[in-house]
């Protein structure tokens, strides 16, 4: 996925990425009735924080976790979390929760006066930190999931495009500020 100029990705009919890799969570469940996918949420994590690589998001968020492998995860292996999809700092996109599915990823939350947005939105992961710059690759293959999720779900326009901060202010910062949105936007805007 990290090739932005590879055939686009396309979602089968349960919400699976062609081409991505794929690391199936427990952490799920179904949408509300009548739910309508409008919203795009990007966040970041990094395991331990700060530090990218050793497969640790992947255990998070598959509940297998040891909390003895680092003091941080000692305060967060028991929680039961997801979002849809990751992308590391090559661009490979790895998918936890068919997007027909309702990730949880956003917590508490609201956008636009409507609670609960796990109820209609898809998250993506960015393996980074408020700290540090995030790639390139990452950059390209954001853009190009993105436009792969709007031709799908047309509701999540690019103004239903959010930070998680957005959706839980003073709660959350990420994606942080190195999260760039004026070179993200001009990648969709590319298509």
Request: charged share 20%; glycine share 10%.
């Amino acid at each position: 996925m990290a090739d932005c100029a590879a055939v686009p990705a396309e979602l089968d009919a349960d919400g699976w990425l062609t081409g991505a890799r794929v690391c199936r969570s427990d952490n799920f469940g179904p949408r509300p009735s009548g739910a309508v996918i409008s919203l795009l949420v990007i966040h970041n994590i990094s395991l331990p924080p700060g530090q990218f690589g050793g497969g640790y998001i992947e255990q998070f968020f598959t509940n297998r976790l040891d909390g003895d492998a680092d003091p941080y995860f000692a305060t967060i292996a028991e929680l039961q979390v997801s979002a849809h999809f990751l992308i590391d700092r090559d661009g490979v996109v790895t998918q936890f929760v068919a997007t027909e599915q309702r990730a949880w990823h956003a917590g508490r939350s609201s956008f636009q006066g409507v609670d609960n947005c796990n109820d209609y939105s898809l998250g993506i992961e960015l393996e980074g930190c408020d700290r540090q710059p995030y790639s390139a690759p990452q950059y390209e293959a954001l853009a190009q999931l993105t436009r792969t999720l709007q031709r799908r779900y047309p509701a999540v326009s690019d103004q239903r495009i959010v930070g998680h901060s957005d959706i839980a202010p003073g709660r959350k910062t990420d994606p942080g500020p190195y999260f760039d949105w004026p070179r993200y936007r001009a990648l969709l805007a590319a298509g």
